[in-house]
């Protein structure tokens, strides 16, 4: 399986400050994507780095990606509240002629006031 | 553009009893996903649609599970009959093309069944 692995499990910090959560994979990938989810909704795309991409930003997001390590990390800087919620890392995976996307179990995020 | 819609939101029903789940996927998108995401786990697919033909259900427990997608736009997905180990949140995505993992995933709020 090319299932992406998320550390850690859950992250509780202070607003203002950065939040880094990591995604490790199995196999060569052709991307890797992040997303965020809010409790009780659907999930929300971040981001989608290429593999031969070694950093991508939007707005306070920054995902970086090391394919000679099969991992990537998603930093959130001056994190606010709002950006409570899970985030996973999701990787393409090659099965009978399509891709398909295999997310990780994710990392909670919490942010307090 | 509206997103994808999902109904219902919330559905509990007894173990053995069969439940149906609606998607409408956003305007245009050829492909359509249904994933099962249990509690603590991230999404799991379990069938996707190009257009209105199959392309993966390889995790569709098909015992159980079925799927369809009339004239390639909405989905209902059915359980039937259903296990105390259905209880999840059934999420629809939808993306534009010929999907696959090269772009992004437009997803529902999901209905969560509950199993009693």
């Known amino acids: 399986s090319q299932q992406g692995e998320e550390d850690p499990q859950a992250l509780s910090i202070q607003e203002g400050e950065n939040a880094t959560m990591n995604c490790s994979y199995k196999?060569?990938?052709?991307?890797l994507q992040w997303y965020r989810q809010n409790s009780g909704r659907g999930l929300v795309h971040l981001i989608l780095i290429r593999s031969n991409e070694r950093e991508k930003h939007s707005g306070r997001l920054r995902v970086t990606l090391d394919t000679s390590k099969k991992s990537s990390s998603l930093l959130i800087t001056a994190s606010r509240a709002a950006d409570t919620a899970s985030y996973f890392c999701a990787t393409d995976a090659r099965t009978g002629g399509y891709n398909k996307l295999i997310f990780g179990a994710g990392t909670r995020l919490a942010v307090h006031p | 553009e509206a997103g994808v819609a999902q109904s219902p939101r919330y559905k509990i029903i007894e173990k053995r009893q069969s439940v149906a789940f609606w998607c409408n996927p956003i305007?245009?998108?050829?492909?359509l996903y249904w994933y099962q995401q249990i509690l603590g786990q991230g999404p799991k697919l379990l069938i996707q649609?190009?257009?209105?033909?199959?392309?993966?259900d390889s995790q569709l427990p098909k015992d159980r599970f079925s799927a369809e997608r009339l004239k390639g736009v909405d989905s209902t997905l059915k359980i039937q009959p259903a296990k105390l180990e259905d209880s999840a949140v059934y999420l629809c995505?939808?993306?534009?093309?010929?999907?696959?993992?090269?772009?992004?995933?437009?997803f529902g709020d999901g209905t969560r069944l509950s199993i009693l």
């Open positions: 196999t060569s990938i052709n991307n």
């Open positions: 649609f190009q257009n209105n033909g199959v392309v993966d």
């Open positions: 305007s245009g998108h050829a492909t």
């Open positions: 995505a939808s993306s534009p093309n010929s999907g696959g993992s090269n772009q992004p995933q437009h």
